[in-house]
């Protein structure tokens, strides 16, 4: 049997992305729309003594096109805090003005292609500052969210589970260092879901500029690490929403 690849895990993950039932939010009488604001207010409120404490980070984009209107991203230090936080929002008057249009569980990861020899050393990782940076992210809320899911292809003629170790840390390094080139011009994060969600992975692309986006995964297609072996799901994009300008997304 190949080695399997040996990980570190940091925060849960839920992207969690919702429709705006426009007809039931013009229906809505200015009061029922007061209050449903000043309870998805409330709700954002609470994310920033979380975030202070360092047990989680909360972003918040609209999702340009129809697949979902905004996705609200969390990184909590368990399963448990996610769904707490799900709950709560259903809870709260705004949620019965959405509808659920898709989500995504899963965990950041950092594997030893890329742990810098920390995944399995018997080490703490979270003592060395740039690994637990790494493994319990501060989302940066740029101006841009990309997220996608993906798996490694097991087809019989390219199969990724059935190279030795050696090579696929050969393939990483290599597909590493096209990600390294748009340092400082995107931030990426990526979740483990294997045994957590439909894919094996998600990633999540944070820019400024949002044809950084396009630049980045265009170059990477033809790396043999994507080329050959990735498989990927649908790509959300958007943009970033503060308490404001969520607020005036939602004004009639």
Known sequence: MNEAALTLEGWYALHDFRSLNWTAWTAADDEERAVALEELHAFMQEWGPVEEAKEGSTAVYSIVGQKADFVMMFLRESLEALNQLETAFNKIAFAQ?????YSYVSIVELSNYAAGGNAG?????????????????VLPQTKHICFYPMNKKRELADNWYMLDMEKRRELMYSHGLIGRGYAGKVKQI????????????????????????????YEMRFDEVSARYGEFGPFYVGNLLTPDTFEELLKL
Do not use: C
């Open 121 to 137: 050393d018997g080490s703490d990782p979270m003592q060395n500052p740039h690994v637990a940076a790494r493994l319990k992210p």
């Open 190 to 217: 990526i979740t483990g879901s294997v045994g957590f969600d439909d894919w094996e992975w998600g990633v999540t692309l944070f820019a400024e500029d949002a044809l950084q986006f396009k630049k980045l995964v």
């Open 97 to 101: 003005y959405t509808t659920k249009s």
